[in-house]
């Protein structure tokens, strides 16, 4: 028999304290995957003042592992958390949002564009600052297991004419602008996900206009820039690991990953780099299509053990020397 959900929990928790400890200089950072660390089913992560704590179970989250839960919370936190669960949807209306367990509603965010929305706080990640929903949407809006990925966008951006494809809301264009690019364009078909990038930019202090966040199809974009000999220095290509409806195909990993990478390979500047990533689990195809070059690979930090993102992938092509 294995540990209960609040024995998991102490476990992993003193398995993050190096992060538990520096929180004042990155407070988003995963407390527990379950499916590696005992409690199958469970995740946990840690955003600013609050933890999201996420089950999978399909018929939702039994009362007494939330109880256990929260009182483990009690002994492990130096501070009192607000706690939001997200769970498998009583109905379809509301299959995305989430709800605050104990705690503080969080306080709307000076200059946030988006500041009325329920259980949208402020984070911080080494030096940069992002909005969160821990209650509205099917994601938070800022993934931790690509913290390091970014951290390298940071550092590999000074000067540089970046594009940020699939941009949701725009974390990899704050982090290259942040880092020194001369210019920065993030793309998303998605109105929501442009209005999020643009509050991220806010939220920096980052100057933004037309040209920063474009909402198009990616595709649509890349065959205007390749009309007009538009190339740029850094690309990121981060797709979504389902396929997705557009006014023309959407995009779609199996069929169109390849497609992607002709597109790009067209609009890359001598010494430019390609980060190129993929969340789609188990799929071969994602390193099939990438060009044949040198490349280097990032993984996602301590928080996340190897073993639990087993689909996600980030590449580097054309390093820069």
């Known amino acids: 028999m294995g540990p209960s959900l609040g024995e998991a929990l102490a476990r992993a928790w003193a398995d993050r304290q190096n992060f538990h400890e520096q929180a004042d200089r990155c407070d988003v950072y995963r407390v527990m995957d379950g499916r590696e660390e005992g409690a199958p089913g469970w995740t946990v992560d840690r955003y600013g003042e609050a933890l999201l704590v996420q089950c999978f179970l399909s018929g939702?989250?039994?009362?007494?592992?939330?109880?256990?839960?929260?009182?483990?919370?009690?002994?492990?936190?130096?501070?009192?958390?607000?706690?939001?669960?997200?769970?498998?949807?009583?109905?379809?209306?509301?299959?995305?949002?989430?709800?605050?367990?104990?705690?503080?509603?969080?306080?709307?965010?000076?200059?946030d564009l988006l500041a009325s929305r329920p259980g949208r706080l402020r984070v911080h990640e080494e030096g940069m600052h992002f909005a969160v929903d821990l209650c509205h949407g099917h994601n938070t809006g800022l993934f931790a297991d690509a913290r390091s990925m970014r951290r390298w966008v940071r550092g590999h951006s000074?000067?540089?004419?970046?594009?940020?494809?699939?941009?949701?809301?725009?974390?990899?264009?704050?982090?290259?602008?942040?880092?020194?690019?001369?210019?920065?364009?993030?793309?998303?078909?998605?109105?929501?996900?442009?209005?999020?990038?643009r509050a991220?930019?806010?939220?920096?202090?980052?100057?933004g206009d037309s040209r920063s966040h474009v909402r198009s199809e990616v595709f649509a974009f890349l065959k205007k820039a390749r009309k007009r000999g538009q190339t740029w220095d850094g690309v990121i290509a981060d797709?979504?690991?389902?396929?997705?409806?557009?006014?023309?195909?959407?995009?779609?990993?199996?069929?169109?990953?390849?497609?992607?990478?002709?597109?790009?390979?067209?609009?890359?500047?001598?010494?430019?780099?390609?980060?190129?990533?993929?969340?789609?689990?188990?799929?071969?195809?994602?390193?099939?299509?990438?060009?044949?070059?040198?490349?280097?690979?990032?993984?996602?930090?301590?928080?996340?053990?190897?073993?639990?993102?087993?689909?996600?992938?980030?590449?580097v092509l054309y390093p820069p020397g």
């Not at 000074?158 to 364009?185: D, M, Q």
């Not at 991220?200 to 100057?207: D, F, M, V």
Request: charged share 25%; with cysteine; proline share 9%.
């Open 60 to 111: 939702g989250a039994p009362p007494q592992c939330l109880d256990e839960l929260l009182a483990r919370v009690d002994s492990l936190a130096s501070r009192p958390l607000s706690v939001y669960l997200k769970e498998p949807p009583a109905s379809r209306s509301r299959r995305e949002d989430g709800r605050l367990l104990r705690g503080d509603e969080a306080v709307p965010i000076a200059g």
């Open 158 to 197: 000074e000067g540089r004419r970046i594009l940020n494809l699939f941009s949701y809301t725009a974390a990899f264009g704050v982090a290259a602008t942040v880092g020194g690019a001369r210019s920065v364009e993030n793309i998303d078909m998605v109105a929501s996900a442009v209005e999020r990038g």
């Open 239 to 315: 797709p979504p690991p389902v396929a997705t409806q557009g006014k023309s195909r959407g995009f779609h990993p199996a069929r169109d990953q390849g497609r992607l990478m002709e597109h790009i390979g067209a609009c890359l500047a001598p010494g430019a780099w390609l980060l190129a990533m993929s969340a789609v689990r188990n799929t071969a195809g994602f390193e099939e299509q990438l060009p044949a070059s040198d490349a280097c690979e990032l993984l996602p930090d301590d928080d996340f053990p190897s073993r639990v993102v087993p689909g996600l992938r980030a590449r």
């Open 200 to 207: 991220n930019y806010a939220l920096n202090g980052l100057p």
